[in-house]
């Protein structure tokens, strides 16, 4: 690799190279030798780094060129320059990408050029730059190998997948060091769990955090709150979680109640749960400059808010009108923050919504701004490493949601749930995401659809979307059908704003409303399946949503397969995104498939016709795979667990794996050994299934039955053993009961 000196690069110049474990190499390039600085930040997980060796000279068949060019002055700081470089690479014929986040497009990154700058962007379109998230990892992949590449730098990147040269992979920075880290697997799904080794996994979220969520902008005042709450319950329409957005709050001051609005917020919260709904209140970065204000008076004293360059405070204007805010850079303004937070949570919060925080900032006419955001020259602590927020911005996001996380851990034997729109790789450990400010539009469903598998291509599972759209009026068959894209995502909310019309599943006739109640109980009939599967990501970083592009990514049959993903390994998600549509064409995966509502069984490797029925998600359940079915509830745990169906279908698969996971559902005493891992394991011999299962755990649930329910074998079975006796089955119609589960079925069939 050549430098070229007329660019002023120092004399000295080394490129660092680690070697780290799950097959992954690193590149460190700083102009200033500082190689001995680790991330100050929660990017990387530290116990994975180890001592690396200086090296002169690199040459890497991927990124064929480093070179710096341009320097130019940081406005912060007259004595010292950062340049900005660029990465370059020749892209293949067969080459495509994934990954980068939040990205409004399909999937295949080739000839796009995207942008990680987090910014504010409302009613964003197909394709728009940048949007609200930063996470620089993408996974590149040809007919016979995958590559993943995670570059840690804060400052502005833009990566040029050929857009401006279709031959050319062009990465800029607008400064930095350059710290790479390139990451070998057998498969894009192996990258992306290698991936979350080094930036960290979520940790199990509460139950209740992953049924259905409803949200407005408002539910304001008090009275509007407890309509909602009591529709829901009077409709039978299962819900846990109700929103508060920025109309609680006393003039949009955060750590602040409207009294007038909310003049108990303890009593109203008590009774919120007393009818099984948690409360999810937002929270913003601004500080309202106020001298009559406790908040704004206690940072400027402390000194905690961001500064200008002659160590004034930073200004902006958002909702409270103009503000001052926290450096979340800075360890003891995250201290001054958890001390806020636990102070909230007294009211009975179960969780917090962290928003606007790329920083967002509102256009005024008295403030001279080249963009919705802090200027670049504005001050951040970075540790005590004085740096800007051209180098801070992009990860303001995720330390606020950090700082916010924190808080929430200081209740006792409570899984937080924190939600945040602005991230940055790592910020997966501390928050759930949604897409932003999105549209009630059917190209805003299939964008959606997009965003959600990108997401969880980025390390980013725990995601979903406003379901409806936040800007504009679905109608009935729109809102529906994102219901029954969204009932697979794991984070599950509907969320609109009060410019438009009510959002809520009863808002558009007794037609649609019978429909939309249909669609969330069946999130709470596979709710027990979603958090099984949520449990393995927190342990492998496996992503939740695998989309069938990078799941059989050598096949050139499914390389423009974008629409369709699977739910952990037993769910084939068939998003509906056109309207008017009884049945959709799909080329199907390797596998035998059953359908949720008739049971018809679908072979894969084919083209098929999928019927699509209203009354249930459009998904396939993979054959050998079994699917735990719980009963419906309004909300998690208003009645115990005591009956579990496993539903499972005949599959041509010599050997299966799947497994079901159970706890207490919130706090950790699963990190003690109680819980429940019950694995099953299908082999096929031929004229013989046999079914070993084998459970895992201390934890005991109260299940008085467990009922069988096979798929596809109709034709097949002559005879049943459970355990060595004889059981008698009539139809796929019927059911097979145990009172306790057993170790071992077999299942004979006809020659």
Not at 383 to 412: P, Q
Not at 459 to 473: E, L, P, Q
Not at 512 to 528: H, M, N, P, Q, V
């Amino acid at each position: 690799m050549d430098l070229d000196k007329q660019f002023n690069i120092p004399d000295v110049f080394e490129v660092s190279v680690q070697n780290l474990p799950f097959v992954i190499h690193r590149i460190r390039v700083d102009p200033s030798n500082r190689y001995s600085l680790e991330p100050t930040f929660p990017i990387l997980n530290s116990n994975l780094l180890f001592t690396y060796h200086k090296v002169s000279n690199l040459s890497e068949q991927h990124f064929e060129q480093i070179q710096y060019f341009s320097y130019h002055l940081l406005e912060s700081d007259e004595t010292e320059k950062c340049p900005r470089w660029e990465l370059n690479h020749k892209i293949e014929n067969n080459e495509t990408f994934y990954g980068l986040g939040d990205k409004a497009v399909s999937l295949n990154l080739r000839g796009r050029k995207c942008i990680l700058w987090g910014t504010d962007t409302y009613a964003f379109g197909y394709g728009n730059e940048p949007l609200y998230k930063n996470i620089p990892f993408f996974i590149q992949t040809n007919e016979n190998q995958c590559i993943g590449f995670f570059i840690i730098n804060t400052f502005k990147l833009t990566f040029d997948f050929g857009h401006t040269n279709p031959d050319q992979l062009k990465i800029t920075g607008d400064g930095g060091p350059i710290d790479i880290f390139i990451l070998h697997g057998d498969s894009p799904l192996d990258i992306i769990s290698i991936y979350t080794k080094i930036t960290g996994c979520p940790e199990l979220p509460p139950l209740w955090a992953l049924g259905y969520h409803q949200s407005k902008w408002s539910y304001s005042p008090e009275s509007k709150l407890r309509h909602v709450a009591n529709k829901l319950r009077e409709l039978k329409i299962p819900c846990d979680c109700l929103y508060l957005d920025i109309d609680y709050m006393r003039g949009y001051r955060i750590f602040t109640w409207d009294k007038r609005r909310f003049p108990d917020p303890a009593n109203m919260i008590h009774d919120m749960n007393q009818q099984g709904f948690k409360i999810v209140a937002i929270l913003d970065p601004g500080v309202k400059i106020d001298k009559n204000y406790f908040l704004y008076n206690e940072g400027l004293k402390k000194n905690l808010f961001l500064k200008n360059p002659d160590n004034t405070p930073a200004t902006g204007p958002v909702w409270p009108g103009y503000c001052h805010f926290p450096d979340f850079t800075s360890k003891e303004a995250r201290l001054w923050w958890e001390e806020h937070i636990v102070n909230l949570l007294k009211t009975g919060l179960s969780g917090l919504w962290n928003d606007m925080n790329e920083i967002a900032l509102f256009n005024k006419n008295d403030m001279i701004q080249t963009q919705r955001t802090l200027n670049n020259d504005i001050l951040m602590s970075f540790e005590g490493n004085t740096a800007t927020f051209a180098e801070g911005h992009n990860i303001y996001g995720m330390m606020m949601s950090h700082a916010t996380y924190a808080g929430l851990k200081h209740i006792s034997n409570k899984r937080p749930f924190v939600l945040t729109r602005s991230t940055f790789s790592g910020g997966q450990e501390y928050a759930a995401v949604w897409t932003g400010d999105n549209v009630a539009s059917w190209e805003h469903l299939k964008i959606a659809n997009y965003q959600c598998q990108n997401l969880a291509i980025s390390g980013f599972s725990f995601t979903g979307s406003d379901i409806g759209g936040f800007v504009g009026n679905p109608d009935g068959e729109l809102f529906c059908r994102w219901l029954q894209l969204a009932v697979f995502h794991p984070f599950f909310r509907t969320h609109s704003s009060k410019d438009f019309d009510a959002q809520e599943p009863w808002s558009f006739g007794e037609k649609w409303t019978d429909i939309a109640r249909s669609i969330i109980e069946w999130r709470y009939k596979i709710l027990g399946y979603i958090y099984s599967v949520f449990k393995e990501h927190t342990e492998t970083g496996k992503p939740i949503l695998q989309p069938i592009i990078l799941k059989y990514w050598k096949d050139q049959r499914y390389r423009r397969h974008y629409d369709n993903f699977m739910l952990g390994e037993a769910l084939l998600a068939i998003p509906i995104t056109e309207p008017g549509l009884n049945s959709v064409d799909i080329f199907l995966p390797p596998g035998v498939y059953y359908c949720l509502n008739t049971y018809k069984v679908y072979y894969g490797e084919t083209n098929c016709q999928i019927p699509i029925y209203w009354d249930t998600p459009p998904a396939l359940l993979r054959g050998g795979y079994v699917l735990p079915i719980w009963p419906i509830q309004q909300y998690v745990l208003e009645k115990k667990i005591e009956s579990v169906e496993w539903w499972l279908g005949y599959s041509n698969e010599a050997f299966v794996q799947s497994y079901y996971y159970m706890d207490e559902f919130d706090g950790y005493n699963y990190s003690q050994g109680d819980f429940q891992k019950v694995m099953f394991s299908f082999e096929n011999r031929g004229h013989e299934i046999h079914i070993y299962i084998h459970s895992e755990g201390n934890y005991c649930p109260e299940i008085k039955s467990y009922k069988l329910k096979l798929l596809g074998f109709d034709l097949k079975i002559t005879s049943i053993k459970v355990d060595n006796m004889n059981v008698i089955y009539k139809n796929e119609s019927s059911y097979i009961t145990f009172n306790s589960i057993p170790k071992h079925i077999i299942i004979c069939l006809k020659s």
